[in-house]
């Protein structure tokens, strides 16, 4: 027979995520999976609390698949929720950030500063 040992708690996935996190999900398994009634205990919209709940669902998938966090989907995430800007704006942000990131800045060449841009 084979013995089991147990991990400590610390070490599973859910503990990996910030506070906020957490308690968005003690709060929903508290309500029984219903984000209608997460979203009257946080006194915020049925959207509000779903993208939320989908930041939660994203955050635990890079963790299980041992990604980093993207500070800049954090931060645009984070906007919507507050509804400082609409999800179709901030996807188009995270695309474009995400292109940059593949290509790289584009960076003027020398022929096409022209003298004024060789002495600043």
Avoid: Q
Avoid at 92 to 103: L, Q, S
Wanted: glycine share 8%; proline share 8%; hydrophobic share 35%.
């Amino acid at each position: 027979m084979d013995i089991e040992i147990e991990k400590p708690v610390e070490s599973h996935p859910l503990c990996r995520l910030p506070r906020e996190d957490l308690d968005l999900v003690a709060e929903l398994v508290l309500a029984s999976g219903s984000l209608k009634a997460v979203a009257e205990a946080y006194g915020v919209s049925y959207p509000t609390i779903r993208g939320r709940v989908d930041r939660v669902i994203e955050r635990l998938r890079m963790v299980l698949e041992d990604r980093k966090p993207d500070p800049v989907t954090d931060l645009l995430a984070d906007l919507v929720a507050r509804g400082d800007l609409t999800g179709a704006t901030a996807r188009r942000i995270r695309d474009a950030v995400r292109e940059a990131r593949k290509t790289g800045p584009e960076r003027p060449r020398p022929e096409e500063l022209g003298s004024e841009g060789m002495n600043g």
